[in-house]
């Protein structure tokens, strides 16, 4: 008491004594003000009301504000179009450059000019162009680092053939294009040789990083088809973009033996960066290959390399992104060296600098000036030129070295993906003045076509040449038995997930088998680290069953629509049980949360189509969330929802038997009575037994398995200290959701719970 009376006193005279002094100095400082300036200065004549509206007006206006402004727009509504779009299947990308476009004069300029001026005023373009160029260096060193060269390596022959045929013929087709539109699209001063090489590249590049996330996301990866367009896509980037430098250097030479010197600049950095600074940099690599070891001048030092060799492809002559691609491809091929790297600089490049470069691009987008219905007719041209040169030169430069013509398709969807690449080959042409707005726009328009179609031409693809789906690959024995899908978000959920399959089955029996999924967001996913994050993700898993000297088959697979896949897989299977896990979110119980879950069911598109064709109403009523229902309902096998509360051992069990409809549950009873381990506890406080005769004879059957371990309670024992003893409950859906909607008490004191639905 004494100490904080000391405090309290020794704060009271130190905050006082120099504030007294603190108002002395600022008394005799105004003393010291020139008196006749006093007299004239306005802000004496100003009412404070008018003094914080300029101030506030003025710090609106600020360039600093507007760009901050600017970047949380860009920010929520590339986020809102890019999952608008993986709704409906296609690439989130495809959303980011819509979102582009709606924030440029093609609709916000057009039809709010006012606040599209109050929101990107001419003069703050400048830092949003040089902020996007910063994300986009970082973007294209990702991809730099994802291209795994031992790849390129091992398929060479066959990807080489493909991705060069895949180039050539959409360049010629280009060159020829350009030889139709020169005399009427080119920009003043533009040489034909400088417009057609430019048309040219524009058709024949391929999206690298949309491909490859397309790829995961069909499942394709690991499949040898996946390997060679993976490989086809890699080889054909680092010769477009090879051949975009030398474009780039007689573009801006002006002819093309001017352009010799940039080239052997050009020769000269390449041979510095892969025979000087690539041993280098892989030392460094092997030797910080881990977390702790990536300290900060590690990390600066890996940065200057970046900015060094971006810096010197724009001052030879070939762009600053050239370097920055090159940068990703010399650095240390070591794997967890790329995947500690990718992961300090991919989301910061990915989700706040690369939506800027999007809506940039759409600010320069201006579909307004295709006004007439020629210019449209060139719009078509222009794609339909890509699409066949693309297409079919990968097809049947595919089906040449002895593909199938189901893969050959594939291979040739796959490669006719142009999406952010080819915004950056169209970005780098209008800068240096070879593409004018009007032909600016329509390759624009190319790409978001020949990237749209790429998902639906795969599914038509898989048609009309079926073939088995992934999830077959899962099924490891054709017996009829017991078989357990777990479908598990984190590894410690997996993990309690299969504790809990394991005494549904018989280990014994060859025919009892445990699948484990995991469905990963693909956007949490790159070439470098998928392997890893897979081992990863199921180590808790193995280590569990290795626990339990039982065995699992397990499924990995990025995913786009997470439930869908999950729907999809238990469906497709031998499996006579699904399991999934649901917790609490950070969010349960605040406003915030119910803001969130509420706009999440209202955007659903699920439940719109629902609502549209009256299965349901708009608003969700269900006790457990959306995607949640989504499963229950869709899913044509029994589930099993955990509610996990920290379910460390599965010994004593408990069944509440409610109503006659609960004999569902019998079919999971009957197997954990065979497990000497469980103490089952089964109630029945409104006499369900006797009023259903399948019941009675279950329950007479499992009580012939060992009446110490099996107890039937006709009492309601639903209290705080039975319902603590316990383990895990099982209840059946229907009893589940009437506990909920009633409110009972109980439900606050239950164990973890396993809701199964028949």
Same mark, same amino acid.
């Given at each position: ?5 000391r ?7 130190t ?5 007294a002094?603190l108002?002395? !100095? ?12 006093? %007299? ?11 003094q914080f ?18 970047i949380?727009t860009?920010?929520?509504?590339a986020r809102v179009f ?6 409906i299947?296609?690439p989130t ?5 819509a979102?582009?476009?709606f924030?440029?004069?093609s609709?916000l300029?057009?039809?709010?000019p006012e606040?599209?001026?109050?929101? !990107? ?16 260096i970082l973007?294209m060193f ?11 390596k091992t ?23 350009a030889?139709?539109?020169y005399q009427?699209f080119a ?8 417009f057609?090489?430019?048309i040219?590249i524009?058709l024949? +590049? ?6 490859a ?5 069909r499942?394709l990866?690991?499949t ?5 367009v ?5 080889t ?5 973009w090879?051949i ?11 002819d093309f033996?001017?352009s ?7 020769? %000269? ?6 025979k000087v ?7 460094v ?7 702790e070891?990536l ?5 600066a030092?890996?940065f200057?390399?970046?900015? !060094? ?7 030879i002559g070939?762009h600053a992104?050239?370097?920055?691609f090159?940068?990703g ?5 070591n794997q967890?060296f790329?995947?500690?790297f990718?992961e ?6 990915m989700v706040?600098?690369l ?6 691009t759409?600010?320069?987008t ?9 210019l449209?007719?060139i719009?078509?041209l222009i ?11 990968s &097809?049947?430069a &595919? ?7 189901r893969?050959?398709? +594939?291979?040739g969807?796959l490669m ?6 080819? $915004? ?14 009007? +032909?600016?726009?329509m390759m624009?328009?190319?790409a978001? %076509?020949t990237?749209?179609?790429?998902g ?31 479908a598990f ?6 993990k ?12 014994q029996?060859?025919?009892h088998?445990?699948?484990a ?11 470098? #680290?998928t ?9 808790p898993?193995?280590?569990?069953a ?5 065995q699992?088959?397990? $499924?990995?697979?990025p995913?786009?629509?997470?439930e869908h896949d999950?729907?999809?897989?238990a469906?497709?299977?031998e499996?006579?049980?699904l ?11 605040t406003?915030l949360?119910?803001?969130?879950g509420?706009?999440?069911?209202i955007?659903s ?6 609502t549209i064709?009256?299965?349901e109403?708009?608003?969700?009523a ?5 995607r949640t ?8 096998i029994p589930?099993g929802i $955990?509610i ?8 004593? +069990?408990?069944?509440?038997i409610f109503?006659?409809?609960d004999?569902v ?7 954990l009575?065979l497990?000497?381990?469980? #103490?089952l506890a ?5 006499n369900? %037994? ?5 019941i ?10 060992n009446?110490d ?6 009492e ?5 200290d ?5 383990d895990?409950?099982?209840?059946s859906?229907?009893?589940?959701k009437?506990a909920v909607?009633s ?16």
């Open positions: 008491m004494m100490k904080n009376l405090n309290v006193l020794f704060y009271t005279i905050i006082g004594a120099f504030s002094l108002y002395f !100095f600022i008394k005799q400082g105004k003393s010291l003000e020139n008196a006749d300036l006093l %007299a004239g200065d306005p802000v004496a004549t100003t009412s404070s009301w008018d509206t300029d101030t506030f007006q003025h710090n609106l206006s600020h360039p600093l504000a507007t760009l901050l402004l600017q949380i860009i920010i929520l509504v890019g999952w608008l779009c993986k709704s299947g296609q990308v495809i959303g980011e450059i979102a582009g476009i924030l440029g004069p609709l300029g057009l039809y709010f606040f599209s001026t109050f929101l !990107f005023p001419a003069q703050s373009l400048g830092n949003l162009q040089f902020l996007s160029q910063v994300g986009l973007f990702i991809i730099g680092m994802e291209l795994d060269l031992k790849v390129l398929k060479a022959q066959e990807a080489i053939v493909i991705s060069h045929a895949s180039i050539i013929l959409p360049f010629a087709l280009g060159v020829g294009l030889l139709y539109i009427q920009p003043d001063g533009i040489s034909f040789l400088s057609a090489l430019f040219g524009a024949s +590049i391929t999206a690298f990083p949309v491909l996330r397309i790829v995961q996301e499942g990866s690991r040898k088809l996946g390997m060679m993976i490989t086809c896509a890699a054909d980037d680092i010769t477009a090879c975009l430098a030398a474009v780039i250097a007689i573009v801006k030479a002006g033996v001017s010799i010197y940039t080239i052997i600049l050009a020769g %000269a950095y390449v041979f510095l960066m892969l600074l690539k041993p280098v940099l892989k030392r690599g092997d030797h910080y290959s881990y977390r070891g300290t900060k001048p590690v990390v030092m890996f200057v390399v970046l900015m !060094f060799s971006s810096y010197c492809t724009e001052v070939i992104l050239f370097g920055a090159m940068a491809v010399i650095m240390p091929a967890n790329r995947n500690i990718i300090k600089v991919e989301d910061v490049s706040l600098l939506p800027l470069f999007f809506v940039f759409g600010l320069r201006q579909i307004g000036l295709l006004n007439d219905l020629y449209w007719e719009t078509g794609i339909a030129a890509a699409v066949t040169g693309k297409f079919i030169g &097809a049947v &595919a089906r040449f070295v002895n593909q199938s013509w893969d050959s398709l +594939i291979i969807s006719n993906t142009r999406g952010l690449m080819e $915004l950056v080959v169209l970005n780098i042409g209008y800068d240096i003045g070879v593409l004018s707005p009007e +032909i600016f726009a624009v328009i190319m978001l %076509a990237t749209c179609m790429t639906p031409a795969l599914d038509l693809i898989d048609r009309f040449f079926p073939e088995k789906k992934w999830e077959a690959a899962a099924e490891t024995n054709e017996d009829p038995g017991f078989s357990i899908l777990i978000a984190s590894p410690q959920g997996g309690k997930m299969l504790r809990l399959a394991y005494h549904f089955i018989q280990k029996l060859a025919s088998h445990i699948t999924l995991h469905l990963s967001p693909s956007s949490y996913l790159n070439q470098v #680290n392997e890893e994050y897979q081992l990863e993700t199921f180590r898993i193995t280590e569990e290795a626990a339990l000297e039982t699992f088959a397990s $499924l990995f697979k995913s786009q629509n997470i999950i729907i999809e897989t469906n497709a299977g499996y006579d049980m399991m999934i896990g649901i917790g609490r979110t950070v969010f349960e119980g406003f949360g119910k803001i969130l509420f706009t999440s069911k955007i598109r699920e439940r719109l189509f629902d064709s009256g299965k109403k708009l608003f969700h269900d006790v457990f969330d959306e229902t989504h499963i229950i309902k869709s899913v044509k589930v $955990l996990e509360k920290n379910l460390s051992k599965v010994e004593n +069990i408990f069944i509440p109503s006659p409809d004999k549950l019998f079919q999971f009873v009957r197997k009575a497990r000497e381990s469980i #103490n089964i109630m029945d406080p409104t369900a %037994a006797s009023q259903s005769p399948e009675q004879s279950e329950l007479a059957a499992i009580s012939d398995y009446n371990r099996v107890r039937l309670l006709h309601n024992v639903l209290e705080k039975f319902l603590q003893q316990q895990l409950m099982i209840i859906l229907d009893s589940w009437k909607e409110h009972s008490l109980w439900l606050s004191h239950s164990p973890s719970v396993l809701i199964v639905r028949g």
